[in-house]
């Protein structure tokens, strides 16, 4: 993977971190097999019954020295007979991360190493693919059983010194209706990336929260993560939600989905405008069509 480096037109700036912040999320470690995942259900039976999402939902985040990690575990109310498919397809990928306010762009190719989707990381406003980060991530299906499916996105570099990006989504069937899925991700990141993380949360970022309750008030009010937990913990949010969108509209006409998905995904992060709400609706759509429309005409060798 290769990313290219930064123009004059993209200083280091409280905008550009953001960027980065956006592209931390976009990593992963690997899951195992359907047993394992199946033991993870099990353990984790009270957190999701009990989860504050108020769905069958868990979501956990770990920092150490160099790394963040993410994980989040969720029942879905699909079926794994369509979310398989739907979801060990390449190119359905782009149409999950375009959803999201930074993707500016997605185009899977083919390589003489594999397969590769191309993706442009921006600000959360319209702007040219030239002042976007552009990042190529190896994309492979590790495992497709009929009871277990498990992708793999990585990139060993990205934006500002940061380093193995890793994405996994894996899913195996809990009933006839839902599946029990699983989303990890993890980067390595060094000074520069450090520095350019602690910009942003000292700035623009210096409100925002993610889900995780660390503590209470003396009123009994959470008191939730921030730092780059919360910078993690909203991204995983805002991509299981995309992979949710994309999935409630996979049934629909081929024409009819994109925009089912767009409103379907905004409408989703506004159930948690504490930690998610960054634009207005109809200015996500406006830009999201654009940028939409610009990945239909663009070419493969955008990227």
């Not at 550009?16 to 047993?35: K, N």
């Not at 990690?69 to 999950?96: Q, S």
């Not at 919360?230 to 925009?259: C, D, H, K, W």
Request: charged share 20%; aromatic share 10%; net charge positive.
């Amino acid at each position: 993977m290769k990313g290219n480096p930064p123009t004059a037109g993209r200083r280091f700036t409280a905008g550009m971190v953001l960027l980065l912040a956006a592209f931390l999320c976009l990593s992963g470690a690997y899951g195992q097999d359907a047993a394992t995942l199946r033991a993870r259900h099990m353990a984790l039976g009270e957190q999701l019954a009990s989860s504050p999402f108020q769905r069958p939902l868990v979501l956990h985040s770990t920092q150490t020295d160099g790394t963040l990690k993410g994980d989040v575990y969720a029942l879905m109310a699909h079926p794994f007979r369509v979310v398989g498919p739907a979801l060990e397809a390449m190119e359905h990928w782009c149409d999950i991360l375009i959803l999201h306010l930074n993707v500016k762009y997605c185009r899977g190719r083919s390589s003489p190493a594999g397969s590769v989707l191309g993706v442009a990381v921006g600000r959360r406003f319209d702007q040219p693919l030239s002042d976007a980060y552009r990042v190529d991530f190896a994309y492979r299906v590790v495992a497709r059983r009929p009871d277990y499916l498990q992708v793999l996105l990585d990139a060993e570099s990205g934006p500002l010194g940061t380093r193995d990006y890793r994405i996994v989504f894996e899913a195996i069937p809990f009933d006839a209706t839902s599946s029990f899925v699983h989303m990890s991700y993890s980067y390595g990141y060094g000074l520069t990336a450090r520095v350019a993380m602690q910009t942003y949360l000292a700035t623009i970022g210096r409100d925002k929260v993610g889900f995780s309750v660390v503590a209470r008030n003396d009123d009994g009010t959470a008191v939730y993560v921030d730092n780059v937990r919360g910078v993690v913990e909203r991204n995983t949010m805002r991509y299981f939600l995309a992979i949710e969108a994309y999935l409630g509209a996979y049934s629909m006409p081929l024409a009819a989905q994109p925009e089912k998905r767009l409103r379907d995904w905004f409408a989703a992060t506004e159930r948690y405008p504490r930690q998610l709400h960054e634009l207005e609706r109809e200015q996500y759509l406006a830009m999201k069509r654009r940028e939409l429309a610009r990945q239909r005409a663009a070419p493969v060798t955008a990227h």
